[in-house]
C-alpha cells in the first residue's frame, strides 16, 4: 500500500486500506509522514457509537486520527519555515483565514475550519501522508521524541483553556476530570502561576496518578450531591470559595460542583464535552457574578506556547504515555482508552 490508512466505517468497523497519497495543492503545502497518532475521546466515541454530535463517517469511511507528530515528507515550492526531515507536530484544524472571527484571531471558531477526522471535513492522521500548510506545523528538537509531541495538541487545549480564565500568581485552582486534558490543565495552570491546584475525579487510580505526577491535592466526589460533594471539596481545601474552576470532564455533577465550590466573582471554563443539554445552578451563578466561559479547541498563539512549554522541557509529558499500538492493531488503542487504561495511548505510524 502507498498509503495505508485506518477507516472507520461504523460502530466496531475500521478497515486498513489504500487511500490516494496526498498531493501539494498550495506552493505553501507540506506532505508529512505520520510517526505518531495519540488516542482522544473523541476517537473512542466514533468507535463506539459511530459518531460525535450528530456527525457519522460518510459511506466512503472516514480516516480517523488527529493528534500526530512526524516528519517533513514533501514541501511545497514556496515553503520556507521547514524543511525536508524536520520533525514536527501538527495542528490538524485549518480555518478559512478571511471571515470575521479568522480576522479577529480567534480562527477556531471558524465556520469554515476544517478538522481532521471531522466527516466533510479533512482526512485524519491515522495514515502514512497527511498534508497540511506549512504555518499549522511545530518543529520540535532531537531532544523531543516525537512520541512526545503527539502531546503539542491536547497541551494546546489546555493552554487555551488557562488562559481563557487568566490566572493570576496566587490563586487557588480546581480541574474538574483528571485525563489527559485535566492534567495538562492543571500541568499548565502551575506555569501561569495558581497557587494550589486540586483535581477532582471519581477513579482511585487517576487520583493516585495526578498526585505522583504533579504533587497536587486531590479530591474524589462522593456518592452524594452537588452541593454537599463542593462542601466537602472547600472544607479540605481549608477556603470559603476558590479562584477558578477548570471543568475539564464534561459530567454533569462536576459541572454542578464546580459552580458551587467558587467564590463571588470567581472563573469557572468549560473544556469538558458531555451531553448537549444538562441541568446547571444558573441562580448560584447569577448570586456570585461568576464569569463562566466556553472553550473549544485552541486559537492564536497556543500551539506555539505548547511547544514551547514541551520543547523546553518545562512540562515533563513521558509519564503520560501509557502504551504505543502498531498501526495494524489501531482498534486496540481505541479499546484500551474506552476501558479507562492508562492515560494517554498511542499509535505508531506505518512501518516500511
Same mark, same amino acid.
Given at each position: ?72 515528507? *514533501? ?15 501538527? *495542528? ?38 497527511? $498534508? ?32 481563557m480564565v487568566d490566572i493570576r500568581p496566587g490563586e487557588t485552582v480546581v480541574v474538574m476530570g483528571s485525563g489527559t486534558i485535566g492534567l495538562l490543565c492543571a500541568a499548565v495552570a502551575k506555569q501561569f502561576g495558581a497557587h494550589?491546584?486540586? @483535581? ?27 452541593? *454537599?460533594?463542593?462542601?466537602? @471539596? ?50 448560584t451563578l447569577s448570586e456570585k457574578e461568576l464569569l463562566v466561559r466556553g472553550c473549544f479547541r485552541y486559537g492564536s498563539g497556543d500551539y506555539e506556547l505548547a511547544t514551547s512549554l514541551l520543547t523546553r522541557g518545562i512540562i515533563?509529558?513521558?509519564? @503520560? ?17 474506552? $476501558?479507562? *487504561? ?11
Open positions: 500500500m502507498q498509503n495505508p490508512s485506518a477507516v472507520l466505517y461504523s460502530p466496531g468497523t475500521v478497515k486498513i486500506e489504500d487511500r490516494p497519497i496526498p498531493t501539494i495543492q498550495d506552493p505553501h503545502d507540506v506532505l508529512v509522514r505520520i510517526a505518531f497518532v495519540g488516542v482522544c475521546g473523541s476517537d473512542v466515541h466514533f468507535w463506539k457509537h459511530g459518531g460525535i454530535n450528530g456527525k457519522v463517517p460518510p459511506p466512503t469511511g472516514l480516516i480517523m486520527g488527529h493528534e500526530a507528530s512526524g516528519t517533513i515528507h *514533501e514541501i511545497g515550492g514556496e515553503v520556507t519555515s521547514v524543511k525536508v526531515g524536520e520533525r514536527v507536530a501538527i *495542528e490538524p484544524g485549518i480555518p478559512c483565514r478571511r471571515c470575521k472571527v479568522c480576522k479577529d484571531g480567534k480562527y477556531n471558531l471558524c465556520k469554515g475550519m476544517q478538522f481532521a477526522a471531522a466527516p466533510g471535513e479533512l482526512p485524519g492522521t491515522l495514515a502514512r501522508f497527511f $498534508r497540511v500548510p506549512e504555518d499549522f506545523v511545530y518543529r520540535v528538537p532531537e531532544s523531543v521524541s516525537l512520541e512526545e509531541a503527539v502531546f503539542v495538541e491536547p497541551m494546546s487545549v489546555a493552554v487555551h483553556a488557562v488562559k494550589r491546584v486540586m @483535581l477532582v475525579d471519581i477513579l482511585d487510580s487517576k487520583l493516585e496518578f495526578a498526585r505522583k505526577y504533579l504533587g497536587c491535592e486531590t479530591f474524589k466526589p462522593g456518592m452524594v450531591s452537588a452541593e *454537599e460533594n463542593a462542601e466537602g @471539596l472547600l472544607k479540605q481545601l481549608g477556603v470559603d470559595g476558590v479562584d477558578t474552576v477548570i471543568e475539564a470532564s464534561g459530567a454533569a455533577p462536576s459541572i454542578e460542583t464546580g459552580i458551587y465550590i467558587l467564590r463571588p466573582g470567581g472563573k469557572y471554563v468549560q473544556t469538558g464535552l458531555g451531553r448537549p443539554k444538562i441541568e446547571f445552578p444558573i441562580v515533563d509529558v513521558k509519564p @503520560l504515555i501509557s502504551s504505543i499500538t502498531s498501526f495494524g492493531d489501531t482498534s486496540q488503542a481505541w479499546d484500551k482508552t474506552m $476501558r479507562g *487504561e492508562g492515560i494517554k495511548n498511542l499509535i505508531r505510524g506505518v512501518q516500511d
